[in-house]
């Protein structure tokens, strides 16, 4: 595709086309590239359906996702001074073995639906390494925190620091690569 390119509009520029001519350096390759790139670029907007002379508004990339997430951090960050200074201190619990079964269950989940899926070369091991990742964080806090003091609270320091945090840290490096090699 070729195009005709416009001249400049001052006589006294030297080094510049006049009459709709281009300067002998450039050869009409630049405007011959630009017109390639446009024609191609109208070629998908016309294929995808996305040029039926409706004029849309521009959106900014997530612009709803990223307002329910500043308007969650907006609410949460209130919310824990509340829960910080109403909490009690001690606080008896009736499922406990399910409330951590359940935690390592779903981390073991996570965990192998992202080993199938990375072996499958599916795109969505990314969000289940993030998941699995983020589990894995979880599971080091609380095991830390809700640990009675001395031989106990070592035992969850020890496995935190040396099986979950890096465990975690492999899985949100999985989910960046993966997101770098699509």
């Not at 609270?153 to 949100?172: G, N, Q």
């Amino acid at each position: 595709m070729t195009t005709t390119a416009i001249g400049s509009s001052r006589t006294g520029d030297p080094g510049r086309a006049i009459d709709g001519r281009l300067d002998s350096r450039l050869d009409g390759r630049l405007g011959d590239a630009i017109d390639d790139r446009v024609a191609d670029a109208l070629e998908d907007y016309i294929a995808e359906g996305r040029l039926d002379g409706r004029i849309r508004p521009r959106r900014s990339p997530g612009g709803l996702a990223a307002v329910v997430a500043a308007g969650v951090a907006a609410v949460l960050l209130p919310w824990c001074l509340i829960l910080a200074a109403t909490l009690p201190r001690s606080y008896q619990v009736d499922h406990w073995k399910l409330t951590w079964i359940g935690l390592d269950c779903g981390t073991a989940l996570a965990a192998g639906l992202t080993a199938y899926l990375l072996h499958k070369r599916n795109r969505y091991a990314v969000l289940t390494a993030m998941a699995a990742g983020t589990l894995l964080v979880a599971d080091a806090w609380f095991d830390v925190s809700t640990a009675a003091a001395g031989f106990d609270r070592t035992l969850s320091l020890t496995e935190a620091l040396l099986l979950e945090l890096p465990l975690a840290i492999c899985a949100f490096v999985v989910a960046a690569r993966e997101l770098r090699s699509r």
